[in-house]
């Protein structure tokens, strides 16, 4: 739990710390779309070199990334193994039944490993770097042209914000409770499966249970100060947009239309 990374900010004077978090929001968006172009060899280095030297400015050491990933490396190994199984074409080289292990299948689960990592390193930097209420207000920006369209741009920044700045809060709350039923003698890595899934009912109900009580206790102190939505509020922090900022996306239009013409039909 120490070790997952969503939500958690790092302070630093970086160049990506310094960016306007409306440019990184909008970089992350062209990054996911981009890197489903990168579907061979030459694209894929691209990318992946392209995001370590953007992992290299941003000043974090890459084994916080490494160990942050590690929460999520089981649902990309499945992914990655239910694709090598279940993508047939090109020369087969294990076949039982619909199971069938192919060089097609393996290149494309290749390709779905690294575009998880990938995407899951990038979407990180995004947090590490950006404070919560900044990403809100980013959000908030970037959704108010739909304000016409009647989308609630303020509501859903301020949900995106709580939501980031509790879940360390609910990591903090998850280690806290397993260690309180780890002394009253619970296992959590005995008996098979089922006896697994059983032992984490006694974390859920009072994590619950204590997540509900800190919504109400949030709602009543935000009532207690006359909160009232969007409509007619200053803010403290404001987002200035820079040249610096331009450029990012120039980049990442630039890196998008390479991976475009190099992509494999």
Partial sequence: ???????RYI?????????????KL?????????????????TNILMFVFTMLIILLSQVKLSFFLNGIKPMIGIILFTT??????????QALFKWGIIEISSYGISQAALI?????????????LTLTTTPLSLADAVESLLKPFARFR???????LMLSLSLRFVPTLMDDTT???????????????????????????????????????ADALAIAMEARGYQGGDGRSKYRLLEWKMKDS?????MIIIGALLFFLKSN
């Fill in 176 to 214: 806290r409770i397993m260690n309180a039923q780890r002394a009253r003698g619970v296992d959590f890595g005995e008996g098979n499966l089922v006896q697994k899934v059983k032992s984490i009912i006694p974390i859920l109900i009072p994590l619950f249970a204590s997540s509900f009580k800190r």
């Fill in 26 to 42: 909008l970089a992350m968006i062209i990054y996911i779309v981009t890197i489903f172009w990168a579907n061979n060899i030459l």
């Fill in 81 to 90: 193994i239910f694709q090598m199984l279940f993508t047939h074409g090109g």
């Fill in 151 to 157: 989308v609630p741009a303020h509501e859903i920044g």
């Fill in 113 to 125: 490993f690294m575009r998880f990592v990938l995407i899951i390193f990038f979407s990180t930097l």
């Fill in 247 to 251: 450029l990012v996306l120039l980049v």
């Fill in 1 to 7: 739990m120490d070790k997952l990374i969503l939500g």
């Fill in 11 to 23: 302070p630093g004077n970086s160049i990506i710390h310094r960016l306007d978090p409306r440019s």
